[in-house]
């Protein structure tokens, strides 16, 4: 599963080839979750409210790059990592 971006703690992945609908995972410590691309709603799984806020907010800043990761990991495997949240 590659690592899209990491942050606070926080490290971003993306699965290859992976199922729909359009997500990426979120893992801090011990807490997973699969967040939707288009609404950045959790899909499965949680993470404490303050990591979920900055993934959030990160997420929002990068959302069309997100999709662009999906889209090229299911179509190639390949993909571009992510600036983190600053």
Do not use: C, K
């Not at 199922?19 to 709603?41: C, K, Q, S, V």
């Amino acid at each position: 599963m590659p690592e899209i971006s990491r942050f606070l703690g926080v490290v971003i992945l993306m699965h290859f080839r992976e199922h729909n609908p359009p997500h990426f995972h979120a893992r801090y410590n011990e807490f997973e979750a699969a967040l939707l691309i288009d609404t950045l709603g959790i899909m499965d799984g949680h993470l404490p409210p303050r990591v979920l806020s900055l993934v959030v907010e990160w997420a929002a800043i990068h959302q069309a790059e997100l999709l662009e990761n999906w889209n090229a990991l299911r179509a190639t495997g390949h993909y571009r990592r992510i600036e983190p949240l600053v």
